[in-house]
């Protein structure tokens, strides 16, 4: 339904665009959970309700990330895929916290703000800055590790033998066409 060149464009980047959606999608998921911490039992504890919204994000993450996302990437195991985009996602909720820490626990900033004043630094410093390092890496990341390009088995120019002579290629393979 989008002209050519639009088409084109949207085709090419779909799994960015999928990307963000499921960005998009638990990045409300981690806020709502986030804020409901720290508006009631974690209230002076903001890193680690940061951190507790994180991990659930991610599990949600994980679940759109490889059954719409990713769907078409394969060459790992389920449980091996499972534990890299964990691993990834873990470091990642590292990341998005480090600006709230900084804040927090080296400058200081917290001490003398209240109410919405905080609520807006918190939101800045969470989830503007620590989600695009967070966001960053993982794109990065996951598409490099836990959800690589499946390899074609085989040798070279699609060839089903592990290392073909130049005469069982043809001219296509070669890259002669």
């Not at 998921?29 to 680690?48: N, Q």
């Not at 389920?78 to 900084?102: C, D, K, N, Q, Y």
Request: charged share 20%; hydrophobic share 50%.
């Amino acid at each position: 339904m989008l002209p050519g060149p639009l088409h084109r464009l949207v085709m090419k980047h779909s799994e960015l665009i999928k990307f963000a959606i499921v960005g998009g999608t638990t990045f409300v998921i981690d806020t709502a959970i986030y804020y409901l911490l720290v508006f009631t039992v974690l209230e002076p504890k903001p890193v680690a309700a940061r951190i507790i919204s994180g991990v659930v994000a991610t599990i949600v993450s994980y679940i759109l990330n490889r059954e719409w996302a990713f769907k078409n990437r394969g060459g790992r195991e389920r449980h091996h895929e499972a534990m890299l985009f964990f691993l990834i996602s873990g470091i990642a909720v590292l990341l998005t916290a480090a600006p709230l820490w900084l804040a927090n626990n080296v400058f200081h900033m917290r001490e003398n703000l209240a109410g919405l004043e905080l609520a807006v630094l918190d939101f800045f410093l969470a989830f503007i800055i620590g989600n695009i390092l967070g966001m960053a890496f993982r794109f990065w990341s996951l598409r490099k590790f836990a959800f690589p390009e499946e390899e074609p088995r085989g040798g070279p120019g699609g060839s089903t033998e592990p290392d073909p002579a130049s005469d069982d290629l043809t001219d296509e393979e070669l890259g002669h066409a």
